[in-house]
């Protein structure tokens, strides 16, 4: 096998962050980008390799400014309480990211593309984890990929789930059919600035367990 350069990949993979605040809502995303990067996402390992997944990319201004209308009711009065708790606690860092939250929830319908990754299944409380893990298991890694394609590219993204609060109100608002589920929200937008840095991160031998958990 032919090595890979591992100092670009590292930095990819270790840069691919979510964003929030430097989105550019000026410069649209063209529409032959974003499918090069389903393209790319849709080669991520899936269940029996059904590849049971639907891509809605949204673009269109009246229906990211609905999207956006359901997002904010779900997202901001929860984020605002925690905005407030976390300004008493004088914790800066949780300051910083709610109101990172707040400022894309207030400019959602401004982002260029807005795309939900969907998988053909249903939930049900009374199947065991095994088949729950496999159907969100079929469509993550790819979410992921398709991320990494993204900023590969120059384009910022982040993973959000706030809009399933009214899954059923945009599922209707998109004709997403009822054996569909939409697994989460990717506002994607091209990057303000220079490159992202790595966030901070635990220490791997904080986090392994090895041969059993201790």
């Not at 904010?72 to 300051?95: C, E, F, S």
């Amino acid at each position: 096998m032919t090595p890979f350069d591992i100092s670009t990949t590292d930095r990819l993979m270790s840069t691919t962050r979510s964003v929030r605040r430097r989105l550019d809502f000026d410069r649209p995303v063209d529409s032959d980008v974003l499918r090069d990067c389903v393209r790319l996402a849709s080669y991520a390992p899936n269940a029996s390799n059904a590849q049971d997944w639907r891509w809605v990319i949204v673009t269109d201004s009246e229906q990211r400014a609905a999207i956006a209308e359901h997002y904010r009711a779900g997202i901001v009065p929860p984020m605002q309480d925690l905005l407030d708790r976390r300004r008493a606690d004088g914790d800066a860092a949780g300051v910083r990211h709610s109101e990172a939250v707040l400022y894309l929830a207030e400019r959602l319908h401004e982002v260029p593309a807005l795309v939900i990754p969907c998988i053909r299944g249903e939930l049900d409380p009374n199947l065991d984890l095994a088949w729950t893990a496999s159907l969100f298991g079929s469509i993550l890694p790819a979410v992921w990929s398709f991320q990494l394609a993204l900023h590969s590219r120059g384009l910022a993204s982040t993973f959000t789930t706030a809009h399933l609060l009214a899954a059923d109100e945009v599922a209707a608002l998109l004709d997403i059919p009822d054996d569909y589920l939409q697994t989460c929200l990717i506002p994607v937008a091209y990057l303000l600035g220079d490159d992202l840095k790595p966030p901070t991160r635990k220490d791997p031998d904080e986090i392994i367990a090895w041969n059993r958990w201790s």
